[in-house]
């Protein structure tokens, strides 16, 4: 069932001027793609309201709409039925505002374009001054661990750095919202935890509001305000999980050990189970 | 693993095959005829020395410290070989039975495919000499086969009676290629490119338009030239216009084919990066979809450099200004006065690969980062 709207975040102090506080608005969802032999169900009746500084985290066996669900709040598919507002406006007029950045699940780096010009792209687009260009992209990359690589081209990299370096891109232009679809899914354990961490000081930094989605509890768990998991056929949301409540915003690696963190960890198990026998 | 290659010069270098020491066996037999009689190696002392030079570099092909330097020797033991029959034919001699010449050369050419493996293996610019040998052997050949064997003019003369009728007739040539290439075919080349392009990008845009063209396009290929070249010289008349139109016709479709299928080439998750900035459809086309779209554009401007120069010398064989490569051709036959019609070929030929090459290197340099050419 969807979730109950969770209370306010107290750790945003309210902003002077009337921006709302509901940074993504989901109501009621539904979205069946019509393929040749039959619909997909990928989407059906998904509510979730995502207040500004969430850090949420959509988990679930794949083809349980996770993805589907990003695209339609990021303006790249259209809902069967169902409302959404991003910003209070329609997904497209966020989309045209550049409210997100999206990390997609590969890292849709074009070949002809240098690293560093990769990350630049969003930043042309909207017509930065070069040196500024120049400068973003060059601290986006030092920030993912990328500096000396300004100069090569994506397939001179490992499949991990060009995620990276989608991440850099995304973040370069600085959005309010960050949109990750499975962004550490290639990487291996080390590098992943270095770059959860990363990204838990990035948010709580800047104060962005996240959607990320991933397969893994323990990064879920450790990233999250707030956990959604989903179920397949048709895509839908089981359960939603506070973590705010028992773990601190400030998160090191070492909260992994901690009773609170595998409680969690374990109701979000269950509930993937359940999912899972649904289908049995 | 690539490091280790400059440890290759040092190396032990492969041992020679031994089909090159065929020529042995040329002494035992006739080398040269003159007057009716066999001549064998002995009796002429030009072809002995030239002889004995070349299995001298054979035997000596170790002596030298790299593959370069062995390459170097054997190369002046093929050349050796190559010379020995325009000796002899200068000193009068008749070869077309002479077989212990013939096996000479056979085993030279042999030697030869030594000499291009050994260039093949070194690094730096000496690489390029290979090809350069290899088309310069083959000329050669043409040279020694064409007049030790007598062929008939008519049928196929030899490159040195090109070479001359090329020189004879520069002003002329001069003038037909400047009519051909510089004038029809360059801007039927531009023309028929852009407009494919420009076509492409506007079917990409309105589908029914594509759906509609693309028949068209492979109706308008199976079209022979000979069958449109005719008619355009009715509808422009004589001069370059008619040969223009010919090659628009041709090259229009392979352009419009090839841009289509580029622009199509973006990937959908590339896209949506594009539309997650807010980038509209001409920012998505130039920045996105134009450059995915360079390979396919290189490979319709290729085809189309080939397609061009054919279009124009075919479509003056149905009446042109008097010049023109085509023109050249067909009035030259008519008079049998085929070396000229071989240096225009020639002219074709070494047009057509050079604006082939030009638009290699450029699709090289262009489109370095595609898959097809990455290094590493
Ligand atoms: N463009 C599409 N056309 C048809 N079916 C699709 C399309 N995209 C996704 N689907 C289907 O919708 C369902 C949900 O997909 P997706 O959102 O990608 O799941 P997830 O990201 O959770 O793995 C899957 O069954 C998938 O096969
Ligand atoms: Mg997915």
């Known amino acids: 069932m969807p979730a109950a709207q969770p209370a306010p975040l107290t750790l945003v102090p309210p902003a002077a001027d009337a921006a709302p506080r509901t940074i993504v608005d989901v109501r009621n969802l539904t979205l069946t793609y019509q393929t040749t032999d039959q619909p997909v169900y990928a989407l059906s009746d998904v509510s979730l309201s995502i207040s500004k500084g969430d850090f949420i985290s959509l988990i679930g066996p794949s083809g349980c709409g996770k993805t589907t669900l990003m695209r339609v709040v990021a303006d790249l598919e259209q809902p069967t039925s169902g409302e959404v507002t991003v910003n209070g406006m329609t997904p497209e007029q966020a989309r045209l505002k550049r409210a997100y950045g999206y990390v997609f699940q590969a890292p849709a780096l074009y070949p002809w374009r240098t690293v560093e010009r990769n990350v630049m792209l969003p930043l042309e687009i909207m017509g930065l001054p070069r040196a500024e260009r120049q400068q973003r992209a060059r601290e986006q990359l030092d920030l993912v661990g990328l500096s000396g690589f300004e100069r090569k081209f994506p397939w001179q990299l490992s499949g991990g750095m060009q995620q990276r370096v989608s991440i850099a891109r995304a973040l370069a232009f600085n959005p309010d919202l960050l949109l990750m679809d499975e962004p550490f899914g290639a990487l291996d354990e080390i590098t992943r935890d270095h770059l959860n961490l990363q990204l838990t000081r990035l948010w709580l930094g800047t104060r962005k509001t996240c959607i990320f989605v991933t397969h893994s509890i323990a990064e879920a768990v450790f990233l999250s305000t707030r956990i959604v998991v989903m179920s397949p056929r048709p895509g839908r949301i089981l359960d939603v999980i506070d973590c705010d409540r028992d773990l601190p915003r400030e998160r090191t690696l070492d909260i992994r050990e901690s009773p609170e963190f595998q409680r969690i960890a374990h109701r979000v198990r269950e509930g993937l189970m359940e999912g899972h026998s649904y289908d049995d | ?376």
């Open chain 2, 1 to 376: 693993m690539s490091r280790s290659t400059m440890a290759r010069p040092t190396m032990a270098r492969p041992i020679m095959a031994p089909w090159p020491l065929v020529m042995l066996a040329a002494p035992l037999l006739p080398f040269a005829t003159s007057g009716g009689t066999d001549l064998y190696l002995p009796q002429i002392p030009a072809a002995l020395a030239l002889f004995a030079l070349t299995v001298v570099t054979i035997l000596s092909r170790r002596l030298p410290g790299s593959a370069l330097g062995e390459a170097l020797l054997l190369l002046a033991g093929v050349a050796a070989a190559y010379a020995a029959p325009l000796v002899l034919l200068r000193q009068g001699h008749a070869l077309a039975q002479a077989g212990g010449l013939w096996l000479y050369l056979a085993g030279a050419t042999l030697l030869l495919w030594r000499v291009l493996a050994l260039l093949a293996g070194v690094s730096g610019p000496v690489r390029l000499a290979g090809p350069a040998l290899f088309g310069l052997a083959l000329v050669m050949l043409w040279e020694i086969l064409t007049r030790g064997f007598q062929v008939p003019t008519i049928l196929l003369p030899p490159p040195s009676l090109v070479l001359t009728a090329f020189a004879a007739n520069a002003a002329d040539l001069w003038d037909d290629f400047r009519q051909t290439v510089l004038i029809s075919v360059l801007r039927g080349y531009l023309i028929g490119c852009g407009a494919g392009f420009l076509v492409a990008i506007l079917a990409d845009r309105v589908p029914f338009l594509a759906r509609g063209l693309l028949p068209l396009g492979n109706l308008a290929s199976a079209v022979p030239v000979v069958g449109i070249a005719p008619i355009m010289v009715m509808w422009f008349g004589f001069d370059w216009q008619s040969k223009a139109a010919v090659i628009v016709v041709m090259t229009v479709f392979p352009m419009l084919i090839n841009t289509l299928a580029g622009l199509q080439s973006a990937e959908r998750i590339q896209l949506d990066l594009m539309r997650s900035y807010g980038a509209g459809y001409w920012r998505t086309l130039a920045m996105l979809r134009l450059p995915c779209a360079l390979p396919f554009l290189f490979n319709g401007l290729k085809i189309n450099s080939t397609l061009a120069l054919i279009g124009a010398i075919v479509a003056e064989f149905f009446g042109t200004p008097v010049v023109g490569m085509g023109f050249r051709i067909s009035t030259q036959v008519a008079r049998m006065n085929l070396d000229v019609v071989w240096a225009t070929i020639a002219v074709a030929a070494l047009t057509g690969s050079l604006l082939y090459g030009a638009l290699a290197l450029a699709e090289r340099h262009v489109t370095a980062w595609h898959p097809s050419f990455r290094k590493r």
